[in-house]
């Protein structure tokens, strides 16, 4: 199939599920997409003795208000929390594909993990085993470049941001929140500078143990914004974040889509649907094609 012909151009994609008022990466937030009809984007993650589980935060704080990591906790202690308070659990992907069982298509994000050399293989090893319409995306190009070697007729795409400004700050502000960023400056008084922003961003980066693993990880910053490795990947489609489009490297081909995250509004919607062949988008609800 080729990306024209897939959901990735055709049906809009919700952001973690349909999660207003229910838990963000959950069975019930899946199934009110289902629903609606709507595709799904949703996060892989493994844990520490393996699992492979649905949730975008490695920090479990934010979710499940408990303290510690998805990469250092087992699957068994992760089995037992719940998600903000509700009767929710983190899903393993392998749950999570048997229940949505070709009811939706899925937009799965492959987490950077650098310590796990084979994270993609075991990704890939558990999607080929399911039947339902599906595409693969992730931040790191060789995580796209090995999706192609180890089945090439998935359709696979690169995600990026470009500039840090304030807005992209705000819309990544549940992965900053794995650090310890003080909340204050998100709620600064007419909003953050650039000066807040770079300082966030940098703190970011150090606490996370980026800076040690990525020794020039403002060189990597510039290599995702401007996806220099695409000529190499040759990715399906891009995913983009909105804030920074329109972007003359995340224009539409013939061969290669472009998808925008994360929307959050109609008037959003208008404004980028020249631009992108579809959208990743939260809060509202946007139009079908």
Not at 132 to 139: N, R
């Amino acid at each position: 199939m080729t990306v024209r012909d897939s959901f990735l151009c055709k049906t809009p994609i919700a952001h973690r599920g349909l999660h207003e008022g229910v838990p963000e990466n959950s069975r019930a937030a899946f199934a009110r997409a289902i629903e609606e009809g709507y595709a799904i984007e949703t996060d892989v993650r493994r844990t520490k003795d393996g699992t492979l589980v649905v949730i975008h935060d490695d920090n479990l704080k934010r979710m499940t208000g408990t303290e510690g990591k998805v990469s250092r906790t087992s699957y068994r202690e992760l089995a037992d929390l719940r998600l903000c308070g509700t009767e929710e659990k983190i899903m393993t992907l392998q749950e999570f594909l048997e229940y949505v069982d070709g009811r939706a298509p899925v937009l799965l994000e492959v987490k950077d993990l650098y310590t796990v050399v084979n994270f993609p293989r075991e990704v890939v090893h558990v999607m080929q085993q399911y039947r339902g319409e599906y595409a693969l995306q992730s931040f790191n190009p060789f995580y796209v470049h090995r999706f192609k070697q180890l089945a090439p007729d998935v359709l696979r795409g690169q995600l990026a941001v470009g500039i840090f400004s304030p807005e992209v700050l705000v819309s990544c502000r549940d992965t900053l929140e794995d650090f310890d960023i003080s909340p204050e400056i998100f709620a600064c008084e007419g909003g953050l500078t650039r000066r807040q922003v770079k300082e966030a961003v940098a703190l970011a980066a150090k606490q996370s143990g980026f800076t040690d693993t990525h020794k020039h990880w403002k060189f990597d910053a510039w290599a995702i914004k401007t996806m220099i490795m695409n000529f190499i990947t040759k990715p399906d489609f891009v995913s983009y974040c909105c804030y920074n489009l329109p972007y003359r490297r995340a224009r539409k081909k013939e061969n290669r889509a472009v998808l925008a995250w994360t929307i959050q509004s109609e008037a959003q919607a208008e404004r980028l649907r020249p631009w992108v062949d579809n959208m990743i988008f939260e809060n509202f609800r946007p139009r079908k094609a």
